[in-house]
Each structure stands twice: as structure tokens, then as C-alpha cells.
């Protein structure tokens, strides 16, 4: 799995989201490393492999599985793990399945669905769906930065991606093919029977214009989970550790000192 380091010190593990590869994580990389060794990985289909073949599955259970491989081949202990939106559904997996490999748990927005406790599956707007059709069609007709934009500015604001930097615009086109894959290969839903189970500390942090989507899921998970704190970032959206890196992370620093 491919990865870029920088840092010295405790473990700090980065797992990126729809679109992003280890390239998301620079602000963090830049800010944390003075503390932490800073880990930051590219999810299996994700740039710089994005050709990867079709026999390779794309799947977020192999994704949560290869966190744990990826550790124990780095032989480095267990991490702080720092995941975003769909990166923090693979993440929180990941800790339910292999919490040896984890010291603490950060999820930012974690992306998928919500099981509340004697309710039917919490279901996506009537929009969404044919939304995501309509990108991916996009994509897989050649129209790439169309289905990008669509999908973008759904998961945050409308406009987002012609206010976003020419850094992030050239890492979501290099990841676009990997959004079909993604429509295909739905998100397991968050169930309190589940989350209460969760051994480690926990970090839930959301933005204060994030899509009610993912704040939906913050304030469930902050009920569920044994061991928990929440921040929400003043001013930002889903894409909160870039628009305002200073302030995520001081939140990350702060609870993972705390945690000891």
C-alpha cells in the first residue's frame, strides 16, 4: 500500500476519503510532524496505483483488512488512527475488527449509513442515488470533471469545487475512476450494538456546515460509543482538516496527548 512518512514519535496513521489518496492529508502531515510520526496511506485503487486491474476488489471490508496488514508490516505498534468521510467508515471498522492495531480513533465526518435502535435503516434523501448515477455516468462517459464536480459539491457545498485549490481538483481527477467502484460497494450502516463495543478512545470531529448526512452520524456515534469526545470545526464544511488545518489540528494533538 502506498504511503508517505514524515515525523518522528508516536504512530499517527491518516485514511483518506472518496476521490482523495494520501496526498488529503498534507496540512496534517505538515502540522502534526513536529510530534507524531505521520503515516499517510493510499487505499488499494487509490493514486498513484489507480490502474490497478478489476481482479484487485474494491471494497471497503479489504480496505479495513489492509489497515491491519499495512501495520503489521510497518512493525511500528499500534497507531492513532486519523480517517475522513468514507476513510472514516473503513477506519472504524478497521478498530471494531483489529483493535490491537489501534491507540485512538479520530473520525472526521466518518461517512454511511445509520442503523438507529428500533428503526429501519436510516435511508439516503430520494436525490442522492440518482445523483450518484449521474456521475458516475459522467465519469465512465469521458466527462470526468463533470461527475467529479456533481459529486464534490454533494458531499459539502455547491460551489465547492470551483473554490477548491488546483492541488486537490488534480488529486480527485486522478482518483475519479474509483467512484463507480465506490457506488458499487455501499457502506455497512453504524449500529449502537456495534459501537458500543469499541475498545479505544475515540475522537469524533465534524464540520459546522457539513451535510447534515455526516453530522447525523457524529451526534449518533457520540451517544454509542463508550469512550468518546466531539469537536466541530466553526466555519467549515466536509472538508474540514483542509479549510481550516490549524484548529483540526490542534483537536487531533490535544485529545491524543490527553489520551496518553
Known amino acids: 500500500m502506498p504511503y508517505v512518512e514524515r515525523g518522528t514519535g508516536p504512530l499517527m496513521l491518516f485514511v483518506h476519503g472518496s476521490l482523495c489518496d494520501y496526498r488529503y492529508w498534507q496540512p496534517q502531515l505538515a502540522g502534526l510532524s513536529a510530534s507524531y510520526r505521520c503515516v499517510a496511506v493510499s487505499l488499494t485503487h487509490y493514486w498513484p496505483l489507480a490502474g490497478l486491474s478489476d481482479s484487485q476488489p474494491f471494497s471497503w471490508s479489504v480496505h479495513a483488512d489492509e489497515l491491519a496488514q499495512f501495520l503489521e508490516r510497518l512493525d511500528a505498534g499500534p497507531a492513532h488512527v486519523v480517517a475522513h468521510s468514507r ?45 450518484r448515477a449521474r456521475a458516475a455516468q459522467l465519469i465512465e ?97 466536509h472538508g474540514m482538516n483542509l479549510a481550516h488545518p490549524s484548529a483540526f489540528n490542534r483537536y487531533v494533538d490535544e485529545f491524543v496527548r490527553d489520551a496518553g
Not at 471494531?96 to 472526521?108: F, G, K, P, S, Y
Not at 470526468?144 to 470551483?162: I, K, M, N, P, Y
Open 87 to 131: 476513510g472514516g467508515c473503513v477506519a472504524y471498522q478497521f478498530g471494531l475488527r483489529h483493535a490491537e492495531h489501534v491507540r485512538t480513533l479520530t473520525l472526521a465526518d466518518p461517512g454511511g449509513p445509520l442503523q438507529m435502535p428500533g428503526q429501519t435503516l436510516a435511508v439516503l434523501p430520494d436525490t442522492v442515488n440518482p445523483l
Open 141 to 237: 462517459s469521458g466527462e470526468t470533471e463533470a461527475g467529479v464536480q456533481l459529486f464534490v459539491d454533494s458531499v459539502s457545498r455547491v460551489g465547492s469545487w470551483q473554490k477548491s485549490t488546483m492541488a486537490f481538483r488534480t488529486m480527485a481527477l486522478d482518483n475519479a475512476a474509483t467512484l463507480p467502484r465506490q457506488f458499487q460497494d455501499p457502506l455497512p450502516a453504524y449500529t449502537y450494538e456495534a459501537a458500543s463495543t469499541m475498545r479505544h478512545r475515540t475522537l469524533l470531529i465534524d464540520g459546522e456546515k457539513s451535510p447534515e448526512i455526516f453530522r447525523r452520524n457524529v451526534a449518533a456515534l457520540e451517544t454509542w460509543l463508550p469512550d468518546v469526545e466531539r469537536q466541530t470545526v466553526r466555519g467549515a464544511s
